[in-house]
């Protein structure tokens, strides 16, 4: 009699709280045939009584949850009552947002919407879309996507706000559109134009004459993006081949090195692979040009602005890079010009001590700790501490 008893109760309680489930769907279904967006502009405001009326329902499921232990809300799918009702809102309020006049909408008027909806985050692998996702599929994504093919302005139009407030998997939707746009504007720039102008501009005013390598930042223009890019192989590549064009019109120099140096810098850590390994080999072909014309040790007439030049390029090649032609146009010559003049016999050893510290000195601390710089420079070490002590025998070999 007992178990009859509680069953009983049990069963009137469902029906209660069916019954008050069923009262809230009703309301917003009401309120949501009452609403009306008049404007971008006042959607948050034309909306607030139907998230209102959602709010209320999920309250009176979340009681039910407390009080019974049973998920009314996941059971009934109550989350398709709320993307069902705001589907025509939605379709009227996306047919006719521009994202660059009015970015904030999606968090003004989707962020409200979260807490009774399920997204998906980026780890999580499912073949369906949530409700939520599907929704916004149909509303909102045919306008984004036209929008980023035939109006969007990389420079000129943030989308990183509305982008950062979508669920992942509609970022993903606009993904393969962000990137060809983007693969537009790069493949639109004409490096040997831009090196050609900023050349003759140099030679004019013997200045640095940046402005027309303003042309050749398309790290301005793809960089913020790259977090929305899903595959960016394509993308990057152009880059680079961009870039390396731009090299090509290049002969470095003291006036010119940092221009040049800030269009290859910002991509140190995006560019890798064989891309990367592209990159470095031409940079590294124009700055073993320059230091085979411009460099060479003399003690009483050193020219130093080419050792800089090369320096200011460690924190951008690759080290295995770097330190290859460091060694081979810097390090090596520097150890045969010691034993050069060592072998000199008029050769003063106060003036070799001096102008070794002062090559020591030349070298940022981050580069003079590298084992195949300081290698070179303990050869160095043994060849004068040698020359000191045996100045009629030759130097050793080292």
Known sequence: MQNLSTSIERRQARTSYLQAIKESVCTVQTTANATHIESVETAKDDLSALYDAYKLMYEAAQRIEAQHKFDVWGELRLE?????????????????????????????????????????????????????ESLLYQTLVPGLKRFILTQWNPLAD????????????????????????????VNAIEPRKAMNKFNSQREATHSSASQPLADLRV?????????????????????????????????????????????????????????????????????????????????????????????????????DAWLALAK?????????????????????????????????QLYPPEIFALEAVQQEFKKALVLMAYALSQQEDPLPAV
């Open 80 to 132: 398709t009552v709320v993307t069902g009702t705001a589907h025509s809102h939605f379709q009227r309020l996306f047919r006719d947002w521009n994202p660059a006049a009015h970015p904030d909408i999606i968090e003004s008027v989707l962020t409200p919407l979260y807490p009774f909806v399920h997204i998906c985050d980026a780890s999580e692998s499912s073949e369906r879309l949530a409700p939520i």
């Open 158 to 185: 943030d989308l990183s706000l509305p982008l950062s407030h979508l669920p992942p998997v509609i970022v993903a939707a606009v993904s393969e559109d962000i990137s060809n746009k983007l693969l537009r504007h």
């Open 219 to 319: 790290d301005r223009i793809v960089i913020p993006w790259l977090p929305y890019i899903s595959d960016r192989a394509e993308l990057v590549s152009s880059v680079r081949r961009k870039l390396c064009e731009a090299l090509d019109y290049w002969t470095p120099t003291k006036e010119s090195n940092s221009i040049v140096l800030s269009l290859v810098y910002p991509w140190a850590e995006i560019i890798q692979g064989k891309e990367l390994r592209k990159l470095s080999a031409k940079v590294s072909d124009r700055l073993e040009a320059m230091l085979r014309a411009e460099f060479q040790f003399n003690a009483q007439r050193q020219v130093v602005w080419p050792f800089k030049v090369l320096v200011k390029w460690h924190s951008v090649l690759p080290s």
């Open 328 to 360: 081979c146009q810097v390090l090596s010559k520097f150890i045969d010009y010691l034993r050069m003049w060592l072998e000199d016999p008029s050769a003063d050893y106060a003036e070799i001590a001096d102008w070794y510290w002062q090559w020591r």
